[in-house]
Each structure stands twice: as structure tokens, then as C-alpha cells.
């Protein structure tokens, strides 16, 4: 099992730029697939970046293409969502999720709590 814990989420108006981190613990970090989601007021949790257990292999959401970059360090066990251009619509908690495989699933297997991510303006 692995655990999961976000960072770096707050408050930063429109046009500005965050970098969320996710640090991992329990398991060999690199056999593993991450990735990023988020959940906005009143809708569905959506997918927005995934990363391959060597991080070879990225892939992302339209809505975040070109604005947001997810990238992983594996000596440091942390995967990171480089947020730049950030517009109110990217209002939202964001979750850092897990997958024992290669590439990340559509339903991951481990979750972490979530970090705020509020963009004002």
C-alpha cells in the first residue's frame, strides 16, 4: 500500500502560476503510475495529468494542456503538478492518485486527502 500526501495548493489570481507536490511513502515509489484529478463545487472528479512509473510517458486533460506540466522525481518520491496560466475554471481540490502499474488507470488505487486550489479575478 502506499500513501499519498499533497502540498501547495492556495490562492493565486488568474494568470499566476502554482506547483502542487505529492509525496509518496510505503512502497517502491517508481513501481507506480501517478497522477493528478481534481473535484470543482458541484461536479464529478475529473482527470487531469498522469505521468508513467518512469515518467517517460505523460498525458493530460484538454481543459489544462499547454498550461499545466505533471512531472516526477523518484530518488525524492514526490510527483508535481506545475500549474502556470491558471484561470478561475481551475477552481478546484486537487487529488494526487496512485496505480501499482504502468500507466494509471481510470480508477486509481490510492488516493491522497486533497489540497485547495482556489484561483481568483
Known amino acids: 500500500q502506499v500513501q499519498l500526501v499533497e502540498s501547495g495548493g492556495g490562492l493565486v489570481q488568474a494568470g499566476g502560476s502554482l506547483r502542487l507536490s505529492c509525496a509518496a511513502s510505503g512502497r517502491t515509489f517508481s513501481n507506480y503510475a501517478m497522477g493528478w484529478f481534481r473535484q470543482a463545487p458541484g461536479k464529478e472528479r475529473e482527470f487531469v495529468a498522469r505521468?508513467?512509473?518512469?515518467?517517460?510517458?505523460?498525458y493530460y486533460a484538454d481543459v489544462v494542456k499547454g498550461r499545466f506540466t505533471i512531472s516526477r522525481d523518484n530518488a525524492k518520491n514526490t510527483v508535481y503538478l506545475q500549474m502556470n496560466s491558471l484561470k478561475p475554471e481551475d477552481t478546484a481540490v486537487y487529488y494526487c492518485a496512485a496505480d501499482p502499474t504502468i500507466i494509471l488507470t481510470a480508477t486509481p488505487s490510492y488516493w491522497g486527502q486533497g489540497t485547495q486550489v482556489t484561483v481568483f479575478s
Open positions: 505521468i508513467d512509473w518512469k515518467g517517460g510517458t505523460t
